[in-house]
């Protein structure tokens, strides 16, 4: 399996608090991905990232804000969470984002905002 | 913007049965297609992926998938399920803009022994 660590791997807190959460590599891919997994909606790409201080958004990013300095460090913060934001958050990384190097999935961080 | 859509959202097999999961995709260009698999409490899992060449593309666990494009389908098959096959499996497609991907919303696969 690729070396990705995600963290905290659970996570359960209150609406209005902010939430960081890391993703850990040590294949020293380019690309770094959140996605966030929600029932009946597959996984669906929150921010992205194509090299250090280079961050772009995806599909739903609103709410959500994300930072790496360094290669192997992608950051999601949520600054102030809601209920809607309780979901499964999945890091991704890829060395070139080619399709013939798919991506690699972190075992998720679940988050519950009460 | 690219979409996929897989039109089986739960399927329920006996062992031994074959399986067809469908995906469609929207973009007409050059696509790189992908079926992942995450079975319960894990993370996603490549199955096989598309990007050139012959459409009838072989992954693990004795899955294939057939890249139609006049469909604009990218089908998953199994000739015999087997019970440590239930899990979700997922298509989707590569936003060469992005280098990210768009997924469908899923099809969960019970394989009843």
């Known amino acids: 399996d690729a070396g990705i660590t995600q963290s905290p791997r659970h996570k359960v807190t209150e609406t209005g608090t902010p939430v960081t959460l890391r993703c850990h590599q040590t294949?020293?891919?380019?690309?770094m991905y959140w996605y966030r997994q929600d029932p009946g909606h597959g996984l669906r790409l929150i921010h992205y990232?194509?090299?250090?201080?280079?961050?772009d958004k995806g599909e739903v990013s609103d709410g959500y804000s994300v930072s790496r300095s360094k290669t192997e460090d992608f950051l999601l913060t949520l600054e102030s969470a809601t209920s809607s934001q309780t979901s499964v958050y999945f890091c991704?990384?890829?060395?070139?984002?080619?399709?013939?190097?798919?991506?690699?999935f972190g075992d998720g961080t679940r988050l519950s905002i009460l | 913007a690219q979409s996929v859509s897989q039109h089986n959202h739960h399927v329920i097999l006996s062992e031994a049965a074959s399986l067809e999961l469908g995906c469609n995709y929207s973009?007409?260009?050059?696509?790189?297609l992908f079926w992942y698999v995450q079975y319960p409490g894990q993370h996603l899992q490549l199955l096989l992926k598309y990007f050139s060449g012959d459409p009838l593309v072989k992954g693990i666990k004795g899955f294939e998938a057939e890249f139609i494009k006049s469909k604009f389908s990218f089908n998953l098959r199994k000739p015999s399920v087997q019970w440590s096959d239930t899990a979700e499996y997922f298509c989707?497609?590569?936003?060469?803009?992005?280098?990210?991907?768009?997924f469908g919303s899923g099809t969960r696969l019970q394989v009843q022994p």
């Open positions: 294949e020293n891919h380019r690309y």
């Open positions: 990232s194509y090299g250090v201080k280079d961050t």
């Open positions: 989707a497609v590569l936003d060469t803009g992005r280098r990210a991907l768009t």
């Open positions: 973009y007409g260009g050059t696509v790189n």
């Open positions: 991704a990384i890829s060395d070139r984002g080619e399709g013939n190097q798919p991506q690699h």
